[in-house]
């Protein structure tokens, strides 16, 4: 298979490659060759199918490393609330409500359609705490043909009633999870998802560390997101060396398998050593972190110490499920923590911001993210014809203006996998 159409796409976090009437050629749903169309024509190279995409942008799928799908149907709810207090008041609510399968189907439903129409093709998604619904969900988004990983939540202490789990219920319920999960053989993935640390006895969590070591399983969690719950970790941890070291000490921060740990906006030193140490991701929710006052990240210094980052929505914290708002919000940010926080950490660049939302996040599900030979073949096609102007700017600035003023209403096609999930109209088929 042939894409034809302006291929955009990085390789690292500093270039943006641009080509003009370019086409990927795709086998096995992989990407085997990136390259313009006429090189393509007087190559020795046939496809059996070509889509043409005319003057469309075509980069690589953008990747959420973290949304509560659960919260999507309060979103943009309580956003004059800090963390903690939005937690009691709309979000544990709303998650209540998923014991209920037929709520539970509605709203999952309407998660997953909106979100096939998003620049979104991969995720790391928490559920609730509801082993059934949360296979729904699962199940949902697989006949959608996403690629994600989607964890059952664990929360056994510091919960409200309806979501307070028994813990060998809690890690029971998450084994049935996961097994009946791998058992599809697909996209879809389980992930060890312990809510956070308040949520989990020491019990619990080193149930979970032995689960993710027994299936070989990623983690995600929340980490250092605001300043009460930084101070209430160190209040019910007392052993742990910092939050981090609170989920490393049972397996669950990147020594056992890959983690990633969403927010990260007041790291400690020692914290950032062992970050890099294990891998760790850092899930950047920019938008989230301001609306629920929590501060802002320095993603400058996870860029350039090496730390493992992509972006996330985190829906319902954030009120945007779009990466177009993701990366507008991570660019805005990372000017006022150079402005009001540490005027040597230069804000990020479009460039960078792009490469978070695309390659940056895809290295946690492997080689995603990008137009390279051998990197999955996760693309989507947008139509920018409204927000072009008559001096037709280049690629790069038809991108950036795209990402600015556009919403999903652009996606006009998407491919996972090099497998085609959703298209608003027909490519023209093209002949060299």
Request: hydrophobic content about 40%; charged content about 25%; some cysteine.
């Given at each position: 298979m042939v894409i034809k159409g302006n291929i955009l796409y990085t390789q690292d976090h500093k270039t943006l490659h641009t080509i003009r009437n370019g086409c990927l050629v795709v086998h096995g749903g992989v990407i085997e060759k990136t390259c313009t169309w006429e090189e393509f024509c007087a190559s020795d190279d046939s496809a059996e199918t070509i889509h043409d995409y005319g003057n469309q942008l075509i980069i690589p799928g953008m990747v959420d490393l973290h949304l509560h799908a659960s919260q999507f149907a309060f979103c943009g709810l309580g956003?004059?609330?800090?963390?903690?207090?939005?937690?009691?008041?709309?979000?544990?609510?709303?998650?209540?409500?998923?014991?209920?399968?037929?709520?539970?189907?509605?709203?999952?439903?309407?998660?997953?359609d909106t979100?096939?129409?998003?620049?979104?093709?991969r995720a790391c998604v928490f559920a609730t705490i509801h082993k059934d619904s949360s296979l729904k969900l699962a199940e949902l988004m697989r006949d959608a043909g996403f690629a994600a990983y989607i964890g059952k939540v664990n929360m056994d202490r510091q919960s409200p009633e309806g979501l307070?789990?028994?813990?060998?219920?809690?890690?029971?319920d998450t084994r049935d999870f996961i097994e009946t999960v791998l058992s599809w053989n697909c996209e879809i993935k389980p992930i060890i998802t312990?809510?956070?640390?308040?949520?989990?006895?020491?019990?619990?969590m080193a149930g979970l560390g032995k689960l993710s070591k027994e299936y070989h399983l990623p983690v995600q969690s929340h980490l250092a997101e605001n300043p009460n719950e930084v101070e209430l970790v160190k209040k019910l941890n007392s052993k742990a060396k910092s939050y981090g070291d609170a989920y490393d000490m049972f397996g669950l921060f990147g020594s056992n398998g890959p983690a990633v740990m969403a927010h990260c906006v007041y790291p400690e030193a020692a914290e950032l050593e062992l970050m890099k140490q294990n891998g760790v991701f850092v899930a950047h929710c920019?938008?989230?972190?301001?609306?629920?006052?929590?501060?802002?990240a320095p993603a400058r210094k996870y860029l350039e110490q090496g730390i493992n980052m992509g972006l996330g929505t985190d829906i319902a914290g954030g009120f945007s499920i779009s990466m177009f708002r993701a990366i507008q919000d991570t660019i805005s940010v990372s000017k006022l923590y150079w402005r009001l926080r540490d005027d040597g950490a230069a804000p990020l660049s479009f460039t960078e911001a792009f490469y978070l939302a695309t390659m940056g996040g895809g290295r946690f599900f492997g080689k995603v993210g990008s137009f390279l030979p051998g990197y999955a073949a996760d693309i989507?096609?947008?139509?920018?014809?409204?927000?072009?102007?008559?001096?037709?700017?280049?690629?790069r600035k038809r991108l950036e203006r795209l990402c600015y003023l556009a919403d999903s209403d652009v996606v006009s096609a998407k491919y996972i996998n090099g497998r085609l999930v959703m298209e608003k109209a027909s490519p023209s088929k093209s002949c060299c």
């Open positions: 956003m004059d609330r800090e963390l903690l207090d939005w937690l009691a008041e709309y979000a544990f609510p709303e998650e209540m409500k998923y014991a209920d399968m037929n709520y539970a189907e509605t709203a999952y439903q309407s998660f997953v979100l096939l129409h998003s620049p979104t093709t307070c789990e028994d813990t060998a219920r809690s890690l029971a312990p809510r956070f640390v308040p949520s989990c006895t020491d019990q619990l920019a938008n989230s972190n301001f609306s629920l006052a929590s501060g802002i989507l096609v947008l139509d920018d014809s409204r927000e072009q102007d008559a001096s037709e700017p280049d690629l």
